[in-house]
């Protein structure tokens, strides 16, 4: 009973990211693999494109940063020469290891997730590209670790970056904590927060499933 129960929720899960998916800007599944192939496959770096494989067999796969989402997340950490990032959800760590690989050598980052079985199967490719050393991960829950980061001295207003990618009726508690931890100039970005266009549609024309997350962003947003 349990594993059918795992199964239904991999499931609906599956659903609703190929709900996001399908609905996305570019309105074409076709046009996003020509992009891909074209500019951003290409400025992939090798240890990336491992991970990234090596996430696909993985049965909730569909959690990972797109590439094309991480080139974004590469460039603006390249444009605030951040230093000191934080990262709300790691899942295999295709964002965390990209972000370790962006930021200068002394860089470091504080990586939060509940889960360290998935960071595991990350954790190979992240010491192949020898950034281990750049990483902090806690194993908590998001809200905790924010708080704790926020009670140690010196840490208020002290990160130049931070991503979250989690659970999306928690973005709010998690944003008012980032932007006290975050300084005045640094970015806080999320993912998902247009949840496949469903943001603008009226409540009535968003699939049940759908609507949790969907009212979440919403009231970030």
């Given at each position: 009973?349990?594993s059918n129960?795992?199964?239904g929720?991999?499931?609906m899960?599956?659903a609703v990211m ?9 309105q074409?599944e076709?046009?996003h ?5 074209t500019?951003?496959y290409?400025?992939?770096?090798e ?6 494989e ?8 569909f ?6 989402a ?11 020469n951040a230093?000191?990032?934080?990262e709300?959800?790691?899942?295999t760590?295709?964002?965390?290891l990209?972000?370790?690989?962006s ?10 997730d509940v ?10 490719f992240?010491?192949k ?23 140690e ?16 009726p ?5 944003h ?9 100039g ?11 266009g469903?943001?603008a549609?009226a ?5 049940e499933f759908?609507r ?8 970030l947003?």
């Open positions: 009973m349990a129960s795992a199964g929720s991999i499931n899960k599956s190929k709900q996001v998916k399908n609905t996305g800007l570019l074409s076709e046009l693999q020509y992009i891909l192939k500019s951003v290409p400025r992939e770096p240890p990336l494109k491992e991970l990234r090596a996430t696909e067999s993985h049965p909730m796969c959690m990972a940063t797109s590439p094309l991480g080139q974004l997340i590469s460039l603006m950490l390249k444009l605030t230093k000191k990032t934080i709300v959800g790691v899942y760590g295709y964002s965390l990209l972000t370790a690989l930021i200068p050598a002394d860089g470091k980052i504080t990586a939060i889960d360290r079985n998935a960071y595991e199967i990350g954790l190979p992240i010491r590209a020898g950034v281990e050393h750049k990483i902090n991960f806690q194993l908590s829950d998001a809200q905790t670790a924010l708080d704790n980061l926020l009670q001295e010196g840490n208020e207003g002290s990160f130049d970056f931070a991503f979250v990618d989690a659970d999306k928690n973005y709010k508690k998690y008012e904590r980032l932007i006290k931890l975050v300084k005045v640094g970015i806080v970005a999320y993912d998902n927060t247009l949840w496949g469903t943001v549609m409540e009535s024309e968003v699939q759908m949790p997350n969907r009212d979440a962003v919403v009231e947003n």
